[in-house]
């Protein structure tokens, strides 16, 4: 199976950073049952997940995803995506590194081959032809089918996708840096335009903003609640125009905030499936609903509208 554009099943990759962090091992087993038995098929997760947690090392995420996939004998119905290159510097993306990094991710996830390998950050002070070429040589082991960039810029990786043609590896053919409805920075106008020029996909992660969008925060005490209340705060300045625009969408067409907000993700270009993550199964369900909301191209507009400049 191919990563894109084909990318099967529905349109969601779900994010693995909640599994064994948020999620315990049962309830993260019942998160990706309900995932699979919807029709789901890609999985997102990396070596750091849950590295910033006490008393964790990193891996936690994949560990829970490989026991899961040996259990359920579904490696082979699955697009298994990880990430390398957050748990250190620079010497990270040494040849060697990357081999040992997804060698260690293989073991961790049960399987061995991935269907997508990041490189999960940029280092601008390494010539993009080393990185190139150490992760083409993830590649040429025969134990990666195809590249992703994640945090990376236009400059930077249309730069990389020359240097593997010139070289003969395996480009990035996807790209996953942070897009949504209140923060579109790192997917802007230069990077849509090169994604669609080089054929390459682009998976957003935060599609919800890391729960913003869910409508849950409003008011200085819903920010002190929850794991992930400090990582929304940074939205909220810009973020009330949006939500007052999702608002009157949700009354509109009945759909739940984060549906809005998911349903206008797979309509910007180059998108093809957004990120999103989920706790319980009930949150999935809701995480869901996006797949059968039909917004019309006005609300499109006036969401795209919604926020400030």
Same mark, same amino acid.
């Given at each position: 199976?191919?990563? +894109?554009?084909?990318?099967?099943?529905?349109? %969601? =990759?779900?994010?693995?950073?909640?599994?064994?962090?948020? $999620?315990?091992?049962?309830?993260?087993?019942?998160? &990706?049952?309900?995932?699979?038995?919807?029709?789901?098929?890609?999985?997102?997760?990396?070596?750091?997940?849950?590295?910033?947690?006490?008393? +964790?090392?990193?891996?936690?995420?994949?560990?829970?995803?490989?026991?899961?996939?040996?259990?359920?004998?579904?490696?082979?119905?699955? &697009?298994?995506?990880?990430?390398?290159?957050?748990?250190?510097?620079?010497?990270?993306?040494?040849?060697?590194?990357?081999?040992?990094?997804?060698?260690?991710?293989?073991?961790?996830? *049960?399987?061995?081959?991935?269907?997508?390998?990041?490189?999960?950050?940029?280092?601008?002070? @390494? !010539?993009?032809?080393?990185? =190139?070429?150490?992760?083409?040589?993830?590649?040429?082991?025969?134990?990666? *089918?195809?590249?992703?960039?994640?945090?990376?810029?236009?400059?930077?990786?249309?730069?990389?996708?020359?240097?593997?043609? $010139?070289?003969?590896?395996?480009?990035?053919?996807?790209?996953?840096?942070?897009?949504?409805?209140?923060?579109?920075?790192?997917?802007?106008?230069?990077?849509?335009?090169?994604?669609?020029? *080089?054929?390459?996909?682009? &998976? !957003?992660?935060?599609?919800?903003?890391?729960?913003?969008?869910?409508?849950?925060?409003?008011?200085?005490?819903? /920010?002190? *609640?929850?794991?992930?209340?400090?990582?929304?705060?940074?939205?909220? #300045?810009?973020?009330?125009? =949006? &939500?007052?625009?999702?608002?009157?969408?949700?009354?509109?067409?009945?759909?739940?905030?984060?549906?809005?907000?998911?349903?206008? %993700?797979?309509?910007?270009?180059?998108?093809?499936?957004?990120?999103?993550?989920?706790?319980?199964? #009930?949150? @999935?369900?809701?995480?869901?609903? /996006?797949?059968? =909301?039909?917004?019309?191209?006005?609300?499109?507009?006036?969401?795209?509208?919604?926020?400030?400049?």
């Amino acid at each position: 199976m191919s990563v +894109h554009p084909a990318i099967g099943g529905i349109p %969601l =990759v779900l994010g693995g950073n909640v599994f064994g962090w948020t $999620a315990a091992r049962d309830e993260s087993f019942a998160v &990706l049952d309900a995932f699979h038995e919807a029709g789901g098929r890609m999985i997102d997760t990396a070596d750091v997940y849950s590295a910033w947690v006490e008393g +964790h090392q990193g891996g936690e995420s994949e560990r829970v995803i490989g026991e899961w996939l040996e259990s359920r004998g579904v490696r082979s119905e699955m &697009l298994i995506h990880t990430k390398t290159g957050m748990m250190g510097g620079k010497e990270l993306y040494e040849p060697v590194r990357v081999l040992r990094s997804l060698d260690a991710s293989l073991e961790r996830l *049960r399987t061995d081959y991935l269907d997508l390998y990041y490189a999960h950050k940029d280092y601008p002070e @390494l !010539p993009i032809e080393e990185i =190139v070429e150490a992760f083409g040589g993830a590649v040429a082991s025969g134990k990666v *089918r195809e590249l992703g960039a994640s945090n990376f810029n236009s400059e930077r990786l249309s730069t990389a996708f020359d240097a593997a043609e $010139a070289a003969g590896r395996t480009p990035f053919t996807v790209l996953q840096n942070e897009y949504n409805l209140v923060s579109r920075d790192k997917y802007a106008e230069d990077l849509q335009a090169l994604c669609t020029a *080089r054929g390459i996909a682009m &998976l !957003p992660f935060y599609g919800l903003a890391a729960g913003y969008l869910s409508g849950k925060y409003r008011t200085a005490e819903d /920010f002190e *609640r929850g794991a992930r209340s400090g990582s929304v705060r940074g939205y909220a #300045e810009k973020g009330q125009p =949006v &939500l007052g625009a999702m608002d009157e969408i949700s009354a509109e067409t009945g759909a739940s905030l984060p549906a809005i907000a998911l349903a206008w %993700l797979i309509r910007q270009t180059g998108i093809p499936a957004p990120i999103a993550s989920a706790r319980t199964v #009930e949150q @999935l369900h809701d995480l869901l609903e /996006f797949t059968r =909301v039909e917004l019309s191209e006005d609300q499109i507009a006036r969401l795209t509208k919604s926020l400030p400049s």
